[in-house]
């Protein structure tokens, strides 16, 4: 279950290459654990819980020792450890469990430490003047392919770790525990080459393929050009590749949450513009297939969201002044305490945050059953429904959307563009652009456009909420809370 459920939305370790017997137990035991949430009995979810803790104990007592193992095609040692620790934070993070989920967060920045450690991050990868010709015998190209499967492997999970980072920073509301925008790491190889089942079909994906090493570093970069220079990124990514560059806009967005910037940090139209970029790549990748681009879709629109206001924070003011516990987030942060939702639903942000969380809960309904388990998920449709709950509880719950939406509008303002508004000539651009900028649009839209009644569609969420609580248990606490925020609607 944990290679044919999981593994697909979270592309980390090499089925065709995997040897149980080379495997440290620990690392065995989390994904087992993470496989069991797959299963139907109600007790799999105990037993899970149950390898959890051991695989747990394992790492917190015998870290020392499992940092010097090394499998025999590893690069450097402590791969597994690192691997294990990843897996066992993301069971953690998005378990019932209030208790691992809070350890599962004390202990999320020990992966980058270890991978420093090890050399992970200097370690070289996989060199195309390696690869065997098509002639080559196949003893030559199994152990080439498992040479470079091992490189890969080590990357992808180093990659996961800043993945998995932005997701729980954001689930907590709070800040980042490495610098997503200084990551030296190159991309992954593509999605193709690492579902190869046979070193023949792997050797026929590689050398079709041009090398590239950028690194996300200057990828990074690039998303912040000079004035003007606004494109898509010319880079190959992957789906995953793409998810990694989304955690690390989602965490510029959380350095510039506070009243006050940081020094080196882009501000909001900064990183507005960049996620406008990023829209254009993933639009014009025609190598995705739906799900992929649907899940990287369903995380871009979210990190818009939290672009517009922070949704965690959002939620738990909400919680706070309607007296309701919650345990969905912990964090420090908190919005201001003169602010005002009537005053933010008026908002321009607000309009645009409401567009990204309807898109948000058609993207949960479209994915097709089989990959409606992604990671990001049961944050994306809380943060969606913190949006919806706002609307609902300031007299705003019937909201007329406009017929199509440009997201590039929907997002950028004329000032994110540097464009005068006054200077545009009437009308003032596109319908989505309309919608956004006039307070009467949300109760008045054009001809053909859907309206949607918010608290309706709150019902509706529940009911995505119960799915996802059967393989990620954290969705059961916000289930409570949307039930909740529904009596205080009524």
Partial sequence: MFFVKFIPTFPILHRSTFVFRECTHALLLNAIAIGSLYLGPSDSVAKGEALWRLAHTAVATSWQSLITHSGPFDACK???LMITALLGQIYGALSKNRAIRTTSQVFRPLGFFWARHCGMY??????????????????EKEHQWRVWAAREIQQRALLAYYVLDGLVAQMSGDGASARHVSNPLGLPSSEAAFDASTP???????????????????????????????????????AFGLRVVLEGLQSLISDCDGPDLAVGVPGRSDVRRALAQVHETISMSIHFSAAERLEILLRW?????????????????VCSRYNISQHVSGGTRDV????????????EDARRAVLHAV???????????GRAHV????????AAATVYVVFSLTGAATVHLPRTIIWQDALLSYSDLYIDHDEMPLPHGSETRRFVESEQAISS?????????????????QKLFRCLSSQWGIARDMDEIVARWIQICH
């Fill in 78 to 80: 402590g791969v597994q």
């Fill in 122 to 139: 200097d370690s070289q990868p996989y060199s195309a003047e390696n690869l065997p010709s098509v002639n080559a015998s196949f003893a």
């Fill in 200 to 238: 023949d079909e792997w050797l026929a994906h590689m050398h079709s393929q041009k090398p590239d090493q950028s690194s996300f570093r200057a990828i990074f970069r690039s998303l912040f050009p000079p004035v003007g220079s606004f494109r898509p990124l010319d880079y190959p990514f992957s």
């Fill in 301 to 317: 629109h979210t990190v818009c969201l939290d672009a517009m206001i922070n949704s965690t924070v959002l939620s738990r003011h």
């Fill in 336 to 347: 201001q305490a003169d602010f005002d939702l009537v005053k933010w639903v008026s908002s």
């Fill in 359 to 369: 898109a948000i809960q058609d993207i949960i309904e479209q994915l097709p059953r």
């Fill in 375 to 382: 990671i990001h998920m049961p944050s994306s449709l809380f």
């Fill in 445 to 461: 839209a054009p001809v053909g456009g859907s309206v949607r009644n918010l608290l309706y569609e709150l019902n509706s969420m």
